[in-house]
């Protein structure tokens, strides 16, 4: 018989999956507002982690407010020179995020993050600087980026319930695996492989199996990085928003990193999609 909790997962995602992709293919103003509340919703959360126990409400105004003045600074980086200092800000927030889980993951001396002084520009560079790309990319790239993360996610979760085997990072996460890692991998490869292979541009295999192994790695690195936020924050999930799921940030951990390496790889001589 299948668990309640698996049900619940399952039922929440049938609810959200055709919702995605009717407000993806929707495009404009649809898509403008489903990625400006899910940045908002998602800000919220991080501010609530980041500042503690009863901060739900100012940290629901500070997303808002934040989420508002990111979207129309982003809309200005057109250019080569402004889309590099973008990508000079995000690779510097992201190096700042890397050191605070291997702080982290080597006893956590140091590593618990302030309240909202630093956190307002370290959530916008998280969020809504991530999630901006999918207001640049095209049904078909924002489709392909959310499919390889969940099909990272699924098959790390079921090889590594199914088989088990050594931790992979316990300090951080103590139920993840390498098998649950490396089934991510593979499956996220084989995805990525058949995408390209059925309505991907004229690169070669390599180029896929390159770009498959950087969005999975980037999406167990985002999820990492949030399940040390919410152990420092003494939380088991980041909100209560998706019943069997937990909360937005549970749910986009993994894919914040990775449509920033999407981005840089599209940004490239290679046009995958």
């Given at each position: 018989?299948?668990?309640?909790?698996?049900?619940?997962?399952?039922?929440?995602?049938?609810?959200?999956?055709?919702?995605?992709?009717a407000t993806v293919l929707a495009g404009d103003w649809v898509l403008f507002s489903m990625v400006f509340a899910v940045s908002a919703l998602g800000l919220r959360e991080f501010f609530a982690m980041r500042a503690g126990p009863g901060s739900g409400r100012e940290a629901l105004v500070l997303a808002v407010i934040g989420t508002a003045l990111a979207f129309p600074l982003l809309s200005g980086f057109r250019d080569s020179n402004?889309?590099?200092?973008?990508?000079?800000?995000?690779?510097?927030?992201?190096?700042?995020?890397?050191?605070?889980l291997l702080r982290f993951g080597a006893g956590g001396q140091g590593a618990t993050p302030p309240g909202f002084p630093g956190a307002l520009v370290a959530g916008l560079l998280y969020i809504p600087c991530a999630l901006g790309f999918f207001l640049r990319f095209g049904p078909a790239e924002i489709f392909f980026v959310i499919s390889a993360v969940a099909v990272s996610d699924t098959g790390a979760y079921y090889?590594?319930?199914?088989?088990?085997?050594?931790k992979l990072w316990s300090a951080v996460s103590p139920k993840k695996t390498w098998a649950g890692g490396l089934g991510g991998l593979v499956l996220c490869v084989g995805?990525?492989?058949?995408?390209?292979?059925?309505?991907?541009?004229?690169?070669?295999?390599?180029?896929?199996?390159?770009?498959?192994?950087?969005?999975?790695?980037?999406?167990?690195?985002?999820?990492?990085?949030e399940?040390?936020?919410?152990?420092?924050?003494g939380i088991k999930d980041s909100g209560r928003l998706l019943p069997g799921h937990g909360g937005i940030l549970d749910r986009m951990d993994g894919l914040l990193p990775a449509i920033l390496v999407y981005a840089w790889a599209s940004g490239t001589t290679l046009y995958f999609v």
């Open positions: 018989m299948i668990p309640r909790s698996h049900r619940t997962r399952f039922l929440t995602t049938l609810l959200v999956v055709p919702a995605v992709a402004s889309v590099l200092v973008l990508g000079v800000l995000l690779g510097a927030a992201w190096i700042e995020k890397a050191i605070f090889c590594g319930s199914l088989i088990g085997g050594p995805w990525c492989l058949l995408y390209g292979f059925l309505w991907g541009q004229e690169v070669g295999a390599m180029a896929w199996i390159w770009l498959a192994a950087g969005l999975n790695v980037a999406a167990q690195g985002g999820d990492f990085y399940s040390a936020l919410k152990r420092v924050a």
